[in-house]
C-alpha cells in the first residue's frame, strides 16, 4: 500500500512541484532573456542616427542657422562697419610710440598729410597722420583706471563712483562727435571725415588728460596743472593743424588768406573744436586732485 501510494501520489507530487514553481522558473527565464538597455524597447541607438527624418531636421536646423548668422552679420555690419574699423586698428609699436610723441610735441612736425595709395588712405602703422582708434581706445580705459586710483587716494573710491565717473567721460565724448556733426551739416562743409575719424580725434585728449592727472598723483597740484597746460596747448595745435586739411579749403591749407563767408565758418568751427579739447580735458579732471 504504501509503495502504491507513493507511486501514484510521485506523479501528483512531481506535477504539482512542476505546476508550482513552473511559473517562476518560466519568468526568471524570461527575465534573463529580456534585453536590457534601449534596445529592449525596440529603439536602437544607431537608428537614431540614421534615421533620414533625423538627419533632415539636423540639415535643416544647421542652415537656419547658418541664414541667421549671414542676417545678423549684414545688418552688423550695416549699422557699425566691421571692415572700416580694422582700418583704424591696424598699428604697431612704433606708430603708438610716434604718435603719442607727436600729441604731446606736435610743434616740430611738418607734413600733416595723410597719404594714400589708389584713393585709399593708408593702414595708420604706415603713416603716422592717419587717425586710429587704437590709442583713444587705451586711453579711455587708462583714464578710467587712473580716475579710480585718484579717487582712492582721497578714500573717495566706490565702484559706483567709477562707474560715474566711465559712464560721464563717455557720454561727453559722444555729445561732443554729434555736436560737431551737427555744426559740419549747419555749414555745408563737404569734407572727407567721418564719424569714426572725429570719434579718434575728439579721443586724443586722454592722452594729455592721463599725464596731468599722473603728474598731479606724484607731484601735486601746480605739477597737474603745469603738465595739462602743456598738454591742453599740445592738443590744441594737433587738432588745428590736422583738421584744418579737412575742413578749410586749400588756399587756407596753404596759408593763404581765407576769404569768403563759408571759409571764415570752416575756419571758426576748426577753432572751436580744436579749443573744446583743453575744457574738457579741465573739466573731466580737476576734481580728480586735490
Known sequence: MRLRNTSVDGPEGSQLFEDTSGPAAGSQTGYSNQPAGPQAAGFPAQSILSDPMSNLAMAYGSSLASQGREMVDKNLDRFIPISKLKYYFAVDTLYVGKKLGLLVFPYMHENWEV?????????????????????????????????????????????????????????????????????????????????????????????????????????????????????????????????????????????????????????????????????FMYWLTYHLIR
Open 115 to 279: 597719404c594714400y595709395q589708389q584713393d585709399t588712405p593708408v593702414a595708420p602703422r604706415f603713416d603716422v597722420n592717419a587717425p586710429d582708434l587704437y590709442i583713444p581706445a587705451m586711453g579711455f580705459i587708462t583714464y578710467v583706471l587712473v580716475a579710480g586710483l585718484a579717487l582712492g587716494t582721497q578714500n573717495k573710491f566706490s565702484p559706483e563712483l567709477l562707474g560715474v565717473q566711465a559712464s560721464s567721460a563717455l557720454v561727453w565724448l559722444i555729445m561732443e562727435v554729434l555736436a560737431v556733426l551737427l555744426s559740419l551739416y549747419l555749414v555745408t562743409v563737404n569734407t572727407d571725415l567721418t564719424t569714426i575719424d572725429l570719434l579718434a580725434f575728439s579721443g586724443y585728449k586722454y592722452v594729455g588728460m592721463i599725464i596731468g592727472v599722473v603728474a598731479g598723483l606724484l607731484f601735486g597740484r601746480l605739477a597737474y596743472y603745469l603738465s595739462l597746460l602743456w598738454c591742453c596747448v599740445a592738443i590744441f595745435v594737433f587738432m588745428i593743424r590736422t583738421l584744418r586739411l579737412k575742413l578749410l579749403s586749400e588756399a587756407a591749407a596753404e596759408g593763404r588768406l581765407v576769404r569768403g563767408t563759408r571759409n571764415q565758418l570752416r575756419m571758426y568751427l576748426t577753432m572751436s573744436i580744436a579749443a573744446a579739447q583743453p575744457i
